[in-house]
């Protein structure tokens, strides 16, 4: 049985500490795999790191667990650039990512970033430009 836990970024916030500490326990206790949480901007809703970049940063931070985000809100992005993210922190982790991607549950969010929901997943390009 594998079994994962999912990082508390909400909460942590930016305690750089608490989240390498939390991480590191985690893979110390035997998880499987760590989850984190991704959402580009919400209005209202508490802070979020940004999950390649903390995936990143947990690569080097960590030696065997599994790193996995929620799901990887595709079309708030460019498609190459998470390609490319994706193969890197694959590699700097030496194949621990575990990567999952979506189009996105949340109109609110899609009309925060100026995109129509109602074509989300359609095959229609973002036009995010990030």
Do not use: W
Not at 58 to 83: N, W, Y
Request: one cysteine or more; charged letters at 25%; a neutral charge.
């Amino acid at each position: 049985m594998k079994i994962g836990v999912s990082l508390p970024v909400r909460e942590l916030k930016n305690d750089i500490v608490a989240i390498k500490d939390f991480c590191q326990m985690a893979e110390q206790l035997g998880y499987n795999h760590l989850r984190i949480p991704d959402q580009i901007l919400r209005p209202g809703n508490k802070h979020l790191h940004e999950p390649l970049t903390l995936m990143a940063y947990l690569a080097g931070i960590t030696k065997s667990i599994e790193l996995t985000p929620s799901v990887i809100i595709l079309p708030a992005r460019q498609t190459v650039l998470v390609a490319k993210q994706a193969a890197e922190i694959d590699i700097l982790s030496e194949g621990r990512l575990r990567l999952g991607i979506g189009v996105g549950g949340s109109e609110e969010e899609y009309t925060f970033l100026g995109e129509d929901f109602k074509n989300r997943g359609s095959g229609v390009t973002s036009r995010c430009a990030y």
